[in-house]
């Protein structure tokens, strides 16, 4: 079994003394975990760090087995935004989930876009916060849990969308959701397409509503949880005003 794609690093672990266990999101494959002999080389290490795209090929002798890859240097994450904690914070949760729910060895060419685009902008602090829920909320469609959020669960309209349904997912307006607004996740306006237009608490209200949903409909049923990299991204984007 061969097969040679583009991929995007998203976790790494030792294995031996020199060799690596590394999990790509590739376009065609999704998400594929292989050994990279010499992984922990002088050559490689620097290669093989989360948010860098490489050039893999795969090779196993059957395609149930762990099999190998070969790594060629593609498209670093940016050297800049190394000692940018927040942006790393950012990177690292993102990782974190994808390895935790990315369907494995499954095509997701608009999950890998998607991805891409968010790395792309993580030196843009006003604009990745925002763009990293509407990831979230992609993943999700993606996972075939897709919030609803073009008409009113309720009533049917299209306008004054202003909250979700925790059990449903689907959209509320504001007239049918008013003596359930408590009960109700706020919805931002961004998060049903165009141009961000962001308020102030619309990225942590974003946030809340995608976290919700991943645990709810993705992680529970598996016993599992959101990653502590998200929590800690959180807390960082909150002390400095991002949310």
């Not at 940016?78 to 989930?97: K, Q, V, W």
């Not at 609803?148 to 925790?166: F, H, K, M, N």
Request: proline share 6%; charged share 25%.
């Amino acid at each position: 079994m061969e097969w040679t794609d583009q991929g995007i690093v998203i976790r790494v672990r030792p294995h031996g003394e020199s060799s690596a266990i590394i999990e790509l999101l590739t376009p065609e494959k999704g998400r594929h975990a292989g050994l990279v002999r010499g992984g922990r080389s002088k050559r490689l290490r620097g290669v093989l760090q989360p948010g860098n795209q490489v050039r893999a090929t795969w090779r196993a002798r059957l395609e149930d087995h762990l099999g190998y890859f070969e790594i060629d240097a593609a498209d670093p994450f940016p050297a800049e935004l190394l000692d940018d904690r927040l942006a790393i914070s950012g990177l690292n949760a993102s990782c974190t989930l994808l390895s935790q729910v990315a369907p494995e060895r499954e095509a997701h060419p608009k999950l890998f876009d998607a991805f891409s685009t968010l790395i792309a902008n993580m030196d843009q602090p006003d604009i990745w916060p925002a763009l990293m829920t509407r990831f979230e909320a992609g993943l999700l469609a993606e996972l075939g849990f897709g919030l609803d959020l073009r008409r009113c669960a309720a009533t049917g309209v299209e306008e004054d969308l202003i909250y979700v349904s925790p059990k449903s997912g689907r959209a509320v307006s504001e007239a049918a959701g008013e003596p359930y607004k408590d009960k109700l996740f706020l919805l931002p306006e961004y998060m049903r397409g165009g141009a961000p237009n962001l308020k102030e608490g619309d990225v942590a209200a974003a946030f809340a509503l995608t976290g919700h949903f991943l645990e709810r409909w993705v992680l529970w049923p598996s016993d599992k949880q959101l990653p502590e990299a998200r929590a800690e991204m959180l807390e960082r984007l909150e002390r400095a005003g991002r949310l």
